[in-house]
């Protein structure tokens, strides 16, 4: 088969060749439309059928005339080649590959064919451009519009897609990707996937791509991500080195069930496609009605992981995160502390604690709700909103009092997506709960989800939050938890649309939250699903900062931090010093500095030195922190591969640098026995290299001293990292 496909290539290229001008002019003659980035081009080319085909997706061609000459490079006319490369490919005709899109329409028919237009590339600003290829079925009053968003400086594109049915009758939607790639020139694709679980988010994974498909999805409908996240990294040719290789990053926009096909074809080329999931997912467009299909993004770095996370990160902070480029609290949790178990004079106390440690916010987390059925553990309340009389006798206003007293500010916990089966919200509206009619509940977390595809749930949750600031105007900050599955997926609502429940699902969740950004465009919010189960840029446009992970032992959280580190800029991971895990206070610390740092400790049970310490290294991080959420993140050393993970974040003029190294590995004689080799600063000038964060009545483990950037960048420094300095945190200053 492989060598029937090489000779075909082979003999249809010379063919070309043979048949010279004529034939080649003809292509010319074709329209080309190239999107390009700083770094990069996505070539597509509209062929003699009038499909539109991807030619080339890489690093930028010098010359611009050159982009005509690449589809000569294929064989034309051929049954079988020619089909792979479609940039939008369409089911039931003449391709029989995996589709991107598959209709059934208004006739009964289930062939699609999508045939070029038009298109037409708009300059939004010096940075952005979109390009909209409009598409119609020849016979079918059918369209489909390819949009491709590129941001030139940050080499970030995405695409989507608007379906658009003009028939007379409903046309089903089978499937609806977002974005169809096509990837050539390279025979080898690594695969850098994820996986986990609750407390075991982003376990990296990485595969050399067979021929055949390759599934990357999630059923799970919420809380989407808990297995797999959406996000994955694909190496061109060899695994990509954090400074070398060709590797794209990608994701989709999407808080919901999402699936990415990934095909090695037969002429050893790769076909991404990739979207909202399909599976059980048919949606019914009436005349005139459209469905636009969410974004997917992807960077290509030529230079290795590295860069493209830098591309990420400025990307994110820039067009994605809400208030990605501003400041952000530090903050002092209960959580983890007190459970459900508390009442107003323990709160007070904890704001009281939020004040000395030095942090900016407290943060009151689950438990403060639930009258008939109060919460006092995880198996009541949820969806009863109103304030546990018992526990706060006096509301939450006479702790917003204290908080304003002591100079913090204070935040609160919600999950209005949810309910448990004891509270008021599901004797009084289970048409409001997602479950099958014929079957047993099943509860995940002992509670069930409430149905955002219907206006009048939308409504209750918009409230909840409404009513929250409403009430309590100093309110300053949201944590917004989503901590079960969708199990027997079944919305009243729907009626006879019972298919499109997950998509309606989250367009009902966006609906909200644009409906509160509007009302309150800038109050910090936190990104939560027992964890990391819903994290994706789709999410992020209306949260300010996400949680990774339940799981703070900062061992593990090194691990997890630094592979959402690779998608994620540092102002949106919050980390907290919690009680997981049995390292020192300092240790616990220095790892959450990586991020936005925060803490779930109770104050008491610390000695003087531990507070003392935490006191300080707030300090140091206010000082530090913008250099850490806005500068640039480089990764220095690996923890999977070595004793010792180094990263450095440098801030956008290189005068100032945060290099934080951890140790990984307890046995015997593991530490930083070289020095590690930093990036990012200026090579001509001079800096002082000195530890923070030394603990009180030790030494520092660095000598404070002078270098030149070019002896950072070229030897490098050792930040002594061993069994008795377990963690550094270098501050790196220029000279004046
Ligand atoms: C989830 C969150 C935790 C905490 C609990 C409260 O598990 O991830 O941080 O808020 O809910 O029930």
């Known amino acids: ?13 010379l063919f070309i060749f043979l048949l010279g001008i004529t034939f080649s002019q003809s292509v010319v003659a074709q329209e080309i439309i190239a999107v390009k980035t700083k770094s990069n081009a996505l070539v597509l080319q509209v062929n003699e059928q009038k499909e539109v085909n991807t030619i080339y997706l890489g690093e930028k061609l010098k010359n611009d005339t050159e982009y005509s000459a ?84 940050e080499d970030v594109i995405e ?23 096509y990837f050539t020139g390279n025979n080898d694709f690594w695969l850098n996937q994820y996986h986990g679980d609750w407390a075991k988010e982003m376990k990296p994974e990485e595969t050399h791509l067979t021929h055949g498909i390759k599934v990357l999805d999630s059923k799970l409908g919420t809380r989407a991500n808990l297995f797999q996240p959406s996000v994955f990294m694909i190496s061109l040719g060899k695994p990509a080195s954090e400074d070398e290789g060709k590797v794209i990053f990608a994701g989709l926009e999407w808080s919901g069930n999402f699936r990415t096909d990934l095909e090695v074809d037969p002429l050893n080329n790769l076909r991404i496609i990739s979207g909202i999931n399909n599976f059980s997912s048919d949606y019914t467009l009436a005349e005139n009605e459209s469905l636009t299909t969410p974004k997917f993004w992807y960077t290509l770095s030529n230079e290795g992981k590295g860069k493209a996370s830098r591309n990420l990160h400025d990307w994110g902070r820039k067009y994605k995160i809400l208030d990605g480029n501003g400041s952000r609290l530090t903050l002092l949790n209960n959580w983890e502390t007190t459970s459900f178990d508390f009442n ?12 000395e440690l030095g942090v900016d916010l407290f943060l009151l987390d689950d438990g403060w709700f639930g009258n008939s059925y109060p919460r006092n553990g995880d198996n009541a309340g949820l969806g009863d909103w109103q304030i546990n009389k018992k526990k706060l006798p006096n509301g939450i206003g006479t702790l917003i ?31 409001w709960v997602i479950k099958q009619p014929e079957r047993p509940e099943h509860y995940f977390r002992n509670q069930l989800v409430l149905d955002l595809s219907n206006p009048k749930v939308q409504d209750f949750v918009y409230n909840v939050v409404d009513d929250l600031f409403t009430k309590n105007p100093d309110l300053s900050y949201i ?14 609502h729907l009626k006879n649309k019972q298919s499109q429940l997950s998509v309606d699902y989250v367009k009902g969740l966006y609906a909200v939250l644009k409906r509160i950004r509007n009302k309150y465009p800038t109050v910090p919010m936190m990104l939560c699903s027992g964890g990391g189960g819903r994290v994706d840029y789709g999410a992020l446009q209306y949260f300010t900062e996400f949680w990774p992970s339940d799981n703070t032992d900062p061992l593990e959280r090194i691990y997890m931090q630094w592979e959402y580190s690779y998608f994620y800029p540092s102002v949106s991971i919050s980390n907290h010093v ?27 049970e610390l000695n003087n030195d531990e507070l003392k310490f935490c006191q300080e290294a707030i300090k140091s991080y206010n000082l530090l922190k913008n250099t850490i959420w806005q500068g640039t993140q480089f990764h220095l050393q690996d ?37 590690i080799v930093l990036k990012g600063l200026d090579s001509s000038k001079t800096y002082k290299v000195e530890e923070i964060n030394i603990y009180p009545g030790t030494e520092a483990a660095v000598v404070t001293k002078e270098y030149s950037g070019d002896f950072l960048m070229k030897v490098g420094v050792n930040p002594n990292v061993n069994q008795y300095h377990t963690s550094i945190v270098l501050k790196i200053t220029t000279v004046k």
């Open 70 to 153: 690449i589809s000569q490079q294929f064989s034309q006319g051929n049954d079988y080649t020619t089909i792979y490369n479609s940039s939008y490919t369409p089911a039931g005709s003449k391709n029989l590959l995996e589709p991107a899109i598959n209709v059934t329409h208004s006739d009964g028919n289930t062939s699609l064919s999508l045939n070029y237009v038009s298109h037409k590339t708009t300059n939004i600003d010096n940075d952005i451009s979109l390009t909209e290829i409009v598409l119609k079925d020849p016979v079918y009053n059918f369209e489909v519009t390819l949009f491709i968003k590129a941001f030139f400086n």
């Open 401 to 431: 009092e204290t908080a304003v007293e002591n100079d913090v500010k204070f935040g609160i916990w919600i999950e209005p997506e949810m309910v448990n089966p004891d509270s008021d919200l599901y004797h009084e509206h289970p048409e």
């Open 344 to 355: 107003e004079p323990k709160l007070k106390s904890l704001i009281g604690d939020a004040k």
């Open 1 to 13: 088969m492989y060598n029937f496909f090489k000779t075909r290539l082979r003999s249809s290229v």
């Open 479 to 492: 944590k917004w938890d989503c901590n079960a599955v969708i199990y027997n997926a079944y919305a009243k």
């Open 578 to 604: 919690t009680n997981w895990g049995k390292q020192p206070i300092k240790f616990k610390t220095d790892v959450a500095m990586m991020g936005k740092l925060g803490f779930d400790i109770v104050l008491d």
């Open 639 to 675: 923890p999977w591969k070595n004793d010792a993970a180094s990263l450095i974040f440098v801030d956008e003029k290189q005068n100032e640098a945060v290099m934080f190294t951890y140790l990984v590995n307890n046995r015997y004689g593991a530490g930083t026995t070289n020095p």
């Open 159 to 181: 695409q989507w897609t608007q379906i658009v049915n003009k028939e007379k009758g409903d046309v089903v939607l089978h499937k609806y990707a977002s974005a169809n790639l």
